[in-house]
């Protein structure tokens, strides 16, 4: 008797593992989904910013260096948030 109530009880932990597993796996799926959102608006709204800068007359080296600094950035956290890192 004290057999199948063990057995009962690993069967219950190991479904209530597997439980909290999927609902991690699911919470991270859907922060990587809005994070890679915000990154995609991010990176367009840097293009813009960057388009209008290096249409001036006179383009600052130091923006343009910062520009590219923080596209790398956010390029790379894309690239993880699709699993291409």
Do not use: W
């Not at 479904?15 to 609902?23: D, K, M, N, S, T």
């Not at 989904?33 to 383009?59: C, D, F, H, Y």
């Amino acid at each position: 008797m004290d057999c199948d109530k063990d057995h009962l009880d690993v069967q219950r932990r190991r479904i209530y593992q597997l439980g909290e597993r999927i609902y991690r796996a699911r919470e991270l799926s859907e922060f990587k989904a809005v994070t890679k959102n915000l990154v995609e608006n991010s990176l367009r709204v840097l293009s813009e910013i960057s388009t209008e800068e290096m249409q001036g007359e006179n383009p600052s080296p130091f923006l343009l260096e910062k520009y590219s600094l923080l596209n790398r950035y956010l390029d790379y956290l894309k690239r993880l948030c699709e699993g291409r890192v």
